[in-house]
């Protein structure tokens, strides 16, 4: 059975040896899952669904200041450093869903936190 953890880099099953994925920049994964924009925005709020308690597991916080900081970066990160200025059109909606998920992370961890903290 698999963890309920998404988009980590660490994935653990019982009985096997832990795997680590070290981010490079070239190593990513190319998702050809959706038909729609849909059907993506669906997927994501599956995921966010899960991310709070996620976060809390692995010692996030939530405080204002890191939910702008991160949702500054991710688009950052998107847009400029993977260079996802190069697909146009693409490339923005792209980086923008990227900032606006991690904002919605970090509101999800800020609801769990309240909850259960």
């Given at each position: 059975m698999f963890p309920n953890q998404v988009h980590t880099v660490h994935l653990s099953l019982p009985g096997y040896q832990e795997v680590v994925i070290e981010r490079t920049g070239n190593n990513v994964i190319h998702h050809y899952w959706c038909d729609s924009?849909?059907?993506l925005l669906n997927k994501h709020f599956r995921y966010l669904k899960l991310e709070g308690e996620a976060r809390y597991g692995k010692g996030d916080r939530f405080t204002l200041k890191s939910q702008l900081f991160h949702t500054i970066r991710a688009?950052?990160?998107?847009f400029y450093f993977t260079k996802g200025w190069k697909g146009g059109l693409d490339g923005w909606i792209l980086s923008?869903?990227?900032a606006w998920y991690i904002?919605?992370?970090w509101?999800?961890?800020k609801k769990y936190q309240s909850r259960y903290a």
């Open positions: 924009f849909k059907e688009f950052a990160e998107s923008f869903f990227y904002y919605r992370c509101r999800e961890l």
